[in-house]
């Protein structure tokens, strides 16, 4: 039987990145448990959704993001660590965007993670086009080292 710190462990202790992307992934009525569960690690994390279509799925990446990191208290609330969160959100977004992101909708479940300096975002759902039953389900993750302020 596989445990969930078995799926979190690498190297001997909890992967940053690895927490975020299972926040991401969780069904939703396991969002606080797994919240808390890392809090035991000392990774403090948040989870937040965004759907849409086209640009205005991607603003909602970047607002709901910041507004979920900042809301929570996950972090401090200054222009470097903005800064952090925009450069997480924009990393993500290159490994799939498209031409049709454009034309697409979607909606996707966001996790952060954060242990001392160090932050991680795992993003997962479905994009796809409106009206034409064609959806791609899609995972990404992305961490940063040693880049969050107090």
Request: proline share 1%; charged share 20%.
């Amino acid at each position: 039987m596989i445990h969930i710190e078995d799926v979190l462990q690498q190297n001997g202790t909890v992967s940053l990145s690895k927490a975020a992307l299972l926040c991401s992934m969780i069904d939703n009525e396991l969002d606080d448990e797994l919240v808390e569960h890392l809090k035991k690690h000392n990774i403090y994390a948040v989870i937040t959704r965004a759907g849409g279509c086209g640009d205005n799925l991607k603003g909602k990446i970047l607002r709901n993001t910041f507004g979920a990191a900042e809301n929570s208290g996950l972090l401090t609330i200054n222009m470097k660590n903005r800064h952090v969160i925009t450069s997480l959100v924009e990393g993500i977004l290159a490994s799939f965007d498209s031409s049709l992101m454009s034309v697409s909708g979607g909606g996707l479940k966001i996790g952060l993670a954060v242990r001392d300096n160090d932050i991680a975002m795992g993003i997962y759902g479905s994009i796809g086009l409106p009206g034409l039953d064609v959806d791609h389900e899609i995972s990404a993750c992305r961490i940063l080292y040693h880049c969050l302020e107090d």
